[in-house]
Structure formats: structure tokens, C-alpha cells
């Protein structure tokens, strides 16, 4: 069974940074992708990499965010969010290629 887990959300001042991480079990060939969830809505895309590493994101966070997989470790992957502002507040999720989900992190941007 695949296991999937975030870690890195916080809270955070606007206009400050955090780096999510994502560590997926097993192998991994496809696109992993990142979501958030605001309050009583639906997950959203947020980024996706595949596994040659090209990236998409979603508009309202292009040219703030990141995603990237660790060289290292093919098993782990980041989202890197600067400039964040409070409607980013949300949980962050990653879902792998067969669709496994972690329990998500909460990310909180306040002052």
C-alpha cells in the first residue's frame, strides 16, 4: 500500500516563505500533484511534476511557487511557496500518479 505524507505548513506572516515536503512510498512514474483545500471547498491543483520534471501551476500561483523533486531521494518532493499571501491559507495535499492521498498540512499566512 502506498503511503503519502506532507509535512512543512506552519504559520507564516505574508510576504514570507515555507517549503512543503511530500515523501511517497514506493516507486513513482507519473504525475504527482499538489492540492489545496480551502475551508468548505473543494481540492484545487495547485502544481503538478512529472518524471521528467516539467511542471504546471495553477495561475494564482505562478511565479510564486515550486514544485520540484528531491535529486537525492526520488521519493520526496517539495512545494516551495514565496510571496505567500493569507488566501493561501489552506491544507496542502500531494496525490500520487495511482491516486493515493496524504493527510495533508496545514498551511496558515497571517499577520
Known amino acids: 500500500q502506498v503511503q503519502v505524507r506532507e509535512w512543512g505548513g506552519g504559520l507564516v506572516q505574508p510576504g514570507g516563505s515555507l517549503r512543503l515536503s511530500c515523501t511517497v512510498s514506493?516507486?513513482?512514474?507519473?504525475?504527482l500533484v499538489w492540492y489545496r483545500q480551502f475551508p468548505k471547498e473543494q481540492r484545487v491543483m495547485v502544481a503538478t511534476i512529472n518524471n521528467l520534471g516539467a511542471t504546471k501551476y495553477a495561475d494564482d500561483v505562478k511565479d510564486r511557487f515550486t514544485v520540484s523533486r528531491d535529486h537525492a531521494n526520488q521519493n520526496v518532493f517539495y512545494l516551495q511557496m514565496d510571496r505567500l499571501k493569507p488566501e493561501d491559507t489552506a491544507v496542502y495535499y500531494c496525490?500520487?500518479?495511482?491516486?493515493?492521498w496524504g493527510p495533508g498540512t496545514q498551511v496558515t499566512v497571517s499577520s
Open positions: 496525490k500520487t500518479p495511482l491516486g493515493a
Open positions: 514506493g516507486s513513482i512514474f507519473g504525475i
